[in-house]
Nanobody, 129 residues
């Protein structure tokens, strides 16, 4: 049974950097043909794809987040991290980590979100002074 567990600070001040970690149980983030990444849902909005990485560790980002998002992985701990710089109140959202099997995509170069086949329960991040 695949389980993804997000962890984060809960509350972040504007202009700071948000750091979230996704710990994966029951699967490997280096498994062939799978991609792992982050999506979020802000109040009153749909799901937004932030970015993901493939089994080679190559990262892909939504154009809406590319300038301030960074995804990295730690294969020894089987977890991956999202860093989002210069957060603002508009970044208040529930952040989810997820997995998708290739050739399906989690998102595309236009920023569209397509889906995941497994995801965590999500963690609420509030950006406020």
């Amino acid at each position: 049974q695949v389980q993804l567990q997000e962890s984060g600070p809960g509350l972040v001040k504007p202009s700071q950097t948000l750091s979230l970690t996704c710990t994966v149980l029951g699967d490997s983030i280096t498994r062939n043909f799978y991609r792992w990444g982050w999506v979020r849902q802000s109040p009153g909005k749909g799901l937004e794809w932030i970015g993901d990485f493939d089994d080679h560790g190559t990262t892909y980002y939504s154009p809406f987040f590319k300038s301030r998002a960074s995804i990295s992985r730690d294969t020894s701990k089987n977890h991956f991290t999202l860093r989002l710089e210069s957060v603002a109140p508009e970044d208040t959202a529930v952040y989810y980590c997820g997995r998708i099997r290739s050739p399906a995509l989690m998102g595309d170069y236009f920023g569209h979100y397509y889906g995941v086949d497994y995801w965590g329960k999500g963690t609420l991040i509030t950006v406020s002074a």
